[in-house]
Each structure stands twice: as structure tokens, then as C-alpha cells.
């Protein structure tokens, strides 16, 4: 087994590594050459844990998304007929894009990208930057090979951005915002000479032929940072916070609110169910402070789908429900607020430790994380296999072992014994001589 491939398979979960294996067989039935490429081989390089997995294919991708659809029950989330490409989600959770291999062109000043089908290096050569220029091999007879055409590895090393060609930030400058948004989620600094060419390209005011609908889509990418408020305040401080909305940048964007809700989005597992939850908490805090008529504006401005724009402006009145089932008083044990919080939607959750303020509310909620959870995670597989029901029942035996084990009280402890009286004292040497 190459290096490589070992390295990869012991940085994929579980899911992962069966996503893994059901591509790479739809691949060989379908005779296509693939690769995996983009910020999984970037993330895997670096130590990072693999969020997605980006697979290229020398061929029909589109049609090899569906044959792997088709087989294991995956949702095709969206496709671009003009990149060929599409998102892919498979029922445990896990998420992959398949592409095609490809070249793309631009028109001078930016502009639509025209795409024609390419080799693979050639396909690394367009990208953006070097770190993202890395491919490995998972076809039968060079399985396990790294492509790293442009020498992305030892920029991993160095813990350096460098742009892939001088002319990219001009092609696509929307490169801009995501080498603010990589440089903080990583921590490399940006090589000198691409920051030279990124001053260039802000000279030229480059940043202003950004889509509205693209700026949306990269709000959308900055939520689901662990870092979104340094993502943020990055930003600002480029002077690129203004394209997103003019106010933002004048001191409206919440800066202390996002480190707090930076803070609560860890609580949450890291999971692609959360991390898609994080939108609205996100946009919340990011807009705090603007005004109901600005939030509309700013979501028409970005071209929000109607689904985000609800995930966002209607996340306080969606979170009442939840927030009132918390405080009733009928709610007492701790495997009544486990079942509750366990089975709410993540995002009324987030949002209510971020704004609630109610006390009741905080202090079930920080229970929850802080001791009802980590006791259900401490279940050891041994104790899960005591317990026995029908697989119809199944379900319903786990909540009742659960409940069972938050609502049991520790056992007491026994008093210790009483201590025997303690020695007299000594008598003082002087009177010991008188006598």
C-alpha cells in the first residue's frame, strides 16, 4: 500500500472510507481515470481533518455522480452543467463532489470561465493555489501516485499561500476572498510574491467585478469556519468587508458577537448536519446590528436562496417553540432535557445560547453540553450491547438505557468513621524537671 493512501485512509472517517471505495469501484466500472484532488489532499497534507472529499475524473463526471447516486442511495445536492460537476450527500452524513477534469478559460476583464475537458495536469495547472494543485492517484495500476505539478507540498511545509498563476486574481477575483478566508483557517501567511500580485489586482479594482450571487455563496462558506470572526476581522482589514454590504464595514458588523458564536458553535458536534446549521446563527450575529429593512436588503443583494433567507430571518420566531419547552416546569429530569435538546433542530439550538435570555433556558442548555452529553458518550460499546430489544424496538430501548443512566443518583458515600480522640499533649519539659 503506498504511503499515501495510508495516510489518507487513517485521516477519513469511517463514512469517509466508504465513500472512498464505492467512487473508486463506480470509477473502474466505468473505465475513468480518477483522482482525488482540492482541499481534501490539501487538508490531508497538512494534518487537517477532511471535511469533503473532491474527486476528478478524466471523463463523464456527471454521469458517474449518478451511477454512484444510483448505488448507494446519495442525494445529488446540486450540478453545474458548465464545470460538470455535482455535490453529492450520502446517507451517513458524509459529502463528496465529483468533477471533471477540465480546463477553463477567461475572457478578458472576468467574466463567465468557458470550460473543455482536460487532463488532469492540465486541470492542476488552472487552479487557484498550489495547495489545492495536488492530486493522488486512485486508479488500479497508479494507485497511490501524488501529482504535485507545481510543487503545492513544499508550499504546505512552508505554511504558504502562492498563487498558481500571476493572472489569477484577474481571471477570478473572487481568489481574493478565499485567500483571506484559507490564510486564516489554516494559518500560512501569503508567499510574497502573490501578495505583490494581489495589490496589483486591488489597484485595479478588480474585487468590484465580484457577482453579488458569488459574494452570497462565500458569506455562506465563512459561516461554517471555526473561525468566522477571524475570517471576518481578516476581511476588514483587506478592505473587502464592504463589498458583502457598505455598513458592515463601517463598524456594524458584530465583532463580539461572532466570537461568541465561534465559541458556541463548537459545542455542537463537528458534523455536516451542524456545520450546514451554523447559516443562520451566523447571519445573525454577523447582522446584529442593522436594522429588520437592512437584513431584507442585504439578503436580496446576495441573491440568498428563499430557504437561507428563512434559515436566517425567521431563526428567533422558529427557536419560541424550543425555548418555551425548556423553561416548563414539567421539564425536571435530566433525560427530559437530553431528549429535548437531543432531537431539536442545531440551529434554534445555537441560536438560543447565543440570545436567550432567559436563565432557565442557559442552564439546560449548558447542562446538556457540559454533563448530560459527555455521560452518553462515555457508553462503552460493552454497556450499548447489554441492551436487548427487537430491532423495532431498538431505538426506543437506547432512550430508555439512556434515560435510565442520567436520572440514576450517584450512589452515597459512606460516612467515615469517627476519628479517635486525639493524644494528650506532652508535658512541658520544665515541669517535668521541677517534679
Known amino acids: 500500500m503506498s504511503d499515501y493512501i495510508y495516510i489518507l485512509e487513517s485521516h477519513l472517517s469511517p463514512d469517509q472510507n466508504r465513500v472512498l471505495g464505492e467512487v473508486m469501484a463506480a470509477a473502474g466500472q466505468a473505465n475513468l481515470n480518477l483522482f482525488l484532488t482540492g482541499g481534501a489532499m490539501r487538508d490531508m497534507l497538512a494534518g487537517f481533518r477532511i471535511r469533503d472529499l473532491d474527486f476528478v475524473v478524466e471523463g463523464a463526471a456527471l454521469k458517474l455522480a449518478k451511477a454512484v447516486a444510483d448505488h448507494s442511495g446519495a442525494t445529488i445536492v446540486s450540478a453545474d452543467e458548465n464545470r460538470k460537476s455535482a455535490e453529492i450527500e450520502f446517507p451517513s452524513g458524509a459529502t ?4 471533471m477534469s477540465r480546463q477553463e ?3 478578458r476583464g472576468g467574466g463567465k470561465a468557458q470550460v473543455s475537458p482536460a487532463t488532469i495536469q492540465e486541470d492542476l495547472r488552472g487552479r487557484d493555489f498550489t495547495c489545492n ?7 488500479k495500476a497508479s494507485r497511490g501516485l501524488l501529482l504535485d505539478p507545481l510543487n503545492g507540498l513544499a508550499d504546505l511545509e512552508r505554511r504558504e499561500l502562492r498563487a498558481v498563476s500571476a493572472y489569477g486574481f484577474y481571471d477570478d477575483p473572487t481568489r481574493l476572498l478565499r485567500l483571506v478566508r484559507l490564510g486564516v483557517r489554516l494559518g500560512f501567511a501569503t508567499e510574497e510574491r502573490t501578495a505583490m500580485q494581489v495589490a496589483n489586482a486591488r489597484e485595479a479594482e478588480v474585487e468590484k467585478a465580484i457577482p453579488p450571487r458569488v459574494l452570497g455563496t462565500e458569506l455562506k462558506l465563512i459561516g461554517v469556519e471555526d473561525n468566522a470572526a477571524g475570517v471576518i476581522e481578516a476581511l476588514a482589514q483587506a478592505g473587502l468587508l464592504a463589498l458583502f454590504w457598505p455598513t458592515l464595514a463601517e463598524g456594524h458588523a458584530h465583532r463580539a458577537g461572532l466570537a461568541k458564536f465561534d465559541k458556541i458553535a463548537h459545542l455542537l458536534p463537528d458534523e455536516t448536519e451542524t456545520r450546514a446549521a451554523r447559516l443562520g446563527p451566523f447571519l445573525f450575529a454577523l447582522t446584529e446590528k442593522l436594522s429588520p429593512r437592512e437584513k431584507q436588503a ?5 441573491e440568498l436562496s428563499k430557504a437561507d433567507t428563512n434559515q436566517w430571518l425567521q431563526l428567533e420566531a422558529r427557536s419560541k417553540k424550543l425555548a418555551a419547552a425548556l423553561r416548563a416546569p414539567r421539564i425536571r429530569k435530566p433525560s427530559q432535557v437530553y431528549q429535548l435538546i437531543s432531537t431539536a433542530a442545531p440551529d434554534q439550538v445555537m441560536f438560543l445560547l447565543y440570545a436567550s435570555p432567559l436563565k432557565p433556558v442557559q442552564d439546560r442548555l449548558r447542562a446538556y453540553f457540559q454533563k448530560y452529553l459527555p455521560a452518553v458518550e462515555e457508553i ?4 450499548w450491547a447489554t441492551v436487548e430489544a427487537k430491532p423495532a424496538r431498538q431505538q426506543k430501548a437506547r432512550e430508555e438505557f439512556i434515560a435510565n443512566r442520567l436520572d440514576r443518583r450517584p450512589p452515597r458515600k459512606p460516612a467515615p468513621d469517627p476519628l479517635p480522640p486525639p493524644p494528650p499533649a506532652p508535658e512541658p519539659f520544665m515541669a517535668r524537671r521541677a517534679r
Open 96 to 99: 463528496a463532489q465529483i468533477a
Open 105 to 107: 478559460k477567461y475572457p
Open 133 to 139: 494543485a495536488i492530486a493522488l492517484s486512485l486508479n
Open 298 to 302: 442585504l439578503a436580496k443583494h446576495l
Open 380 to 383: 462503552t460499546p460493552e454497556e
